[in-house]
């Protein structure tokens, strides 16, 4: 495992790290490019966008792309481009808040199922229930149940993600527990605590940046499918996914309202795989043979 | 060896027995009344009370459990609160389009998707491995709702070569089926061509570097030989392992490719018994779609046997 990657905070050789991943080849730095552009975008969407998501205008109903609305109107007369910039703000929250609150929960039940041997078992068997269930049909059911909240389309994003963290967690674990380094803390009476804390996490962190990145990809994925099938965040709110499913009945008149979010999403989720893959390759080229992918 | 099937078996139980409580707790842990869950928010009292009964939501939870379990096992998987029909009825009559889209997805990636890795590793650095692991990356991350509708906005729209949505059964005529099938197969298939085009890949970059596939070249083999019968070969396991892996995305896929293309199959039902909070609907797709993962992951478990004699020495 690289040492490279201890928690040593903001160091230049951190920042010099970064610079080398975003410059290690013109598409990765296309793809940060993009990245920072749509998060600069998202925080900053009632400055970039001319109207108001919400605001309806009967009489410019299913515009095509113009001066005014520049990438035209959906079926209430609203602007086009600034829902898809605050759709934005909600799959980022999304993407982020699902990568990191799966990683923190399988970072947790991973270390114990690696370290107490007993639990594993009972814990592995839970962990294959879960992977089991396929993540959409998992998601929809548990947003269908507790009713279509951010909060709640969160949490259905969020779970069937964990299993393949504490996968990863745990083997990383397991392997780690026999080094000479754990046996001799051990011996020289470590707590459990700080074995967990000072041995083995450490060496989660590098492949969980990685893991992270592809769940937060995927967790924009699912946020926009389940908006989509009508299964997400309310109707109301602009998000790519609902922006879409509306754009289903007008499909035949303007198409660029399924187009457009679409392939904003499409860019948003190439982007942080290429990404991904780049840290991948920068913090350890072996990984990508050991299981850690998509 | 057959103890190696055995307990493959053994251990496939616990996971689907686990999938089986989840499911059931799902809605009795549901913040809410599972009976007004169930009822709709237009229930009156009476009601709520007589479904209470009728589910034994007043037995104790352990009861409940197995009474549900054992009304499953005999086939019995409740009935649609919406049409009142029973819920294995439903999801039979739903079958073929989603039998057929998860088929001619899966054969179709795998004609694909493997000659594409062999390639890929082949040739591997070349513009032809660049442009695999290209599409390859593509096909991760551009949602198979946006491929769909922009094939149905180039194909069926503009070029008018196919109908834009809806599925007729393969006893109409292949033609029919075959024309309306093909776009959502194609949009789907994207997905798993990426997935398996990279682990064949990454596994046969992996044997190419093994002495026996030295050997083989310098005994004087053909490409062509070593690539197929050396290396390949020993990538079997691998393979197999994301196909089974794989089969989870095919079923989550095909529930928004058919609410893309209106494929009367079990995602659309899925969907809208979604929409519909028709219960015992969601509750039985959820398990027979994880049985049936979980059937398929065994299945490739006991393939291992045939494709890699040492799992038979164990």
Not at chain 1, 1 to 28: D, N, Y
Not at chain 1, 154 to 177: D, F, G, H, K, Y
Not at chain 2, 211 to 232: F, I, N, P, Q, S
């Amino acid at each position: 495992m690289s040492t490279q990657v201890a928690p040593t905070g903001g160091s230049p050789s951190r920042i010099a790290q970064l610079r080398e991943i975003v410059f290690s080849s013109p598409v990765v730095a296309f793809a940060s490019l993009m990245l920072l552009l749509i998060v600069l975008a998202a925080i900053f969407a009632p400055w970039v966008t001319p109207y108001d998501p919400t605001r309806l205008s009967p009489g410019t109903r299913l515009r095509p792309p113009s001066d005014a609305h520049w990438l035209g109107t959906d079926a209430f007369g609203r602007d086009l481009f600034s829902r898809v910039v605050y759709g934005a703000r909600i799959s980022l929250v999304v993407g982020v808040g699902a990568a990191v609150a799966a990683v923190l929960l399988g970072l947790a039940v991973g270390l114990i199922a690696g370290f107490f041997r007993t639990l594993d078992a009972i814990l592995m068997r839970i962990v294959d229930g879960l992977m089991a269930i396929p993540n959409i049909l998992l998601a929809i059911a548990i947003v269908a149940l507790s009713g279509a909240s951010l909060w709640t389309v969160l949490v259905a994003i969020t779970i069937p993600e964990v299993p393949r963290v504490v996968r990863l967690v745990r083997s990383v674990v397991l392997s780690a527990r026999e080094e000479p380094y754990v046996e001799a803390a051990m011996a020289a009476g470590s707590s459990t605590w700080r074995i967990l804390t000072r041995h083995l996490l450490p060496n989660t962190i590098a492949p969980l940046i990685v893991q992270g990145t592809y769940i937060c990809a995927s967790a924009i994925l699912i946020e926009a499918i389940l908006s989509f099938l009508g299964a997400g965040i309310s109707p109301e709110t602009p998000t790519w996914g609902n922006i879409m499913a509306e754009g289903r009945i007008y499909f035949q008149i303007n198409p660029g309202i399924i187009f457009w979010p679409g392939l904003v999403l499409s860019v948003t989720i190439l982007s942080i795989n290429l990404v991904g893959d780049a840290v991948r390759d920068a913090l350890d080229p072996r990984m990508a043979k050991r299981g850690i992918d998509r | 060896m057959l103890g190696y099937i055995v307990q493959r078996i053994l251990a496939a139980i616990p996971v689907m027995g686990f999938v089986a409580l989840f499911v059931f707790l799902l809605l009795r842990l549901s913040p809410g009344d599972p009976a007004a869950i169930i009822a709709g928010d237009a229930a009156t009292p009476a009601q709520l009370a007589a479904i209470r009964e009728r589910l034994g939501l007043t037995d104790p939870i352990h009861i409940q459990f197995f009474n549900w379990i054992s009304d499953l096992m005999r086939g019995d998987f409740g009935v649609s609160i919406i049409s009142g029909q029973p819920v294995i009825t439903m999801i039979t009559g739903r079958l073929e389009p989603t039998i057929s889209l998860a088929l001619t997805t899966i054969t179709l990636s795998i004609v694909i998707a493997v000659p594409l890795g062999v390639i890929a590793a082949w040739k591997q650095g070349t513009i032809i491995d660049r442009l695999v692991m290209a599409i390859s990356v593509i096909g991760f991350s551009v949602p198979i709702f946006v491929i769909g509708y922009v094939m149905i906005q180039i194909f069926s729209m503009q070029l008018g070569w196919f109908p834009v949505q809806g599925f007729r059964s393969i006893t109409e005529g292949v033609g029919p089926f075959a024309e309306r099938i093909f776009l959502p197969t194609i949009s789907l298939t994207l997905l798993y061509i990426a997935l398996i085009a990279r682990i064949t890949r990454t596994s046969m970059l992996e044997i190419l570097n093994e002495d026996y596939v030295r050997t083989a070249y310098a005994k004087g083999l053909t490409e062509t030989r070593v690539l197929m019968r050396h290396a390949l070969r020993n990538c079997a396991v691998p393979i197999v392992t994301v196909i089974g892996i794989g089969f989870a995305l095919i079923i989550s896929g095909v529930v928004v490719t058919e609410s893309v293309f209106n494929l009367p199959g079990i995602g659309r039902l899925t969907v809208d018994a979604v929409l519909a909070r028709d219960y015992p609907v969601i509750q039985a797709v959820i398990l027979l779609a994880s049985l049936v993962y979980v059937v398929v992951n065994l299945l490739i478990d006991i393939a291992y046997v045939f494709l890699d004699p040492r799992i038979r020495y164990q």
